[in-house]
Nanobody, 115 residues
């Protein structure tokens, strides 16, 4: 059984920063990909950023240069540092773990960017 627990969401003004964390527990293989997706009201859930256990990253074009994904393999934790936040970044952010063909999701954390 795999569990993903997210933290770090909240309300921030435009131009501000937030850091999301996601800790994975359970039967986790060392070779995996962890990442963040987001879903705004009425929209699909889209990839924001992801990082493999080897350190390879990929980002959505809309967040390149503003967001940074990182991980601590010893803690099975992935982070998302979000800088220069914009109102359009407002969404529920979900942590995701992929191992082979299997995928697990966190419960989601709300990020609201508003003045």
């Amino acid at each position: 059984q795999v569990q993903l627990v997210e933290s770090g969401g909240g309300l921030v003004q435009p131009g501000g920063s937030l850091r999301l964390s996601c800790a994975a527990s359970g039967s986790i293989f060392s070779i995996n990909r962890m990442g963040w997706y987001r879903q705004a009201p009425g929209k699909e859930r889209d990839l924001v950023a992801a990082i493999t256990s080897g350190g390879t990253t990929n980002y959505a074009d809309s967040v390149k240069g503003r967001f940074t994904v990182s991980r601590d393999n010893a803690k099975n934790t992935v982070y998302l540092q979000m800088n220069s936040l914009k109102p359009e970044d407002t969404a529920v952010y979900y942590c995701n773990l992929k191992v082979g063909g299997r995928s697990w999701w966190g419960q989601g954390t709300q990020v609201t960017v508003s003045s």
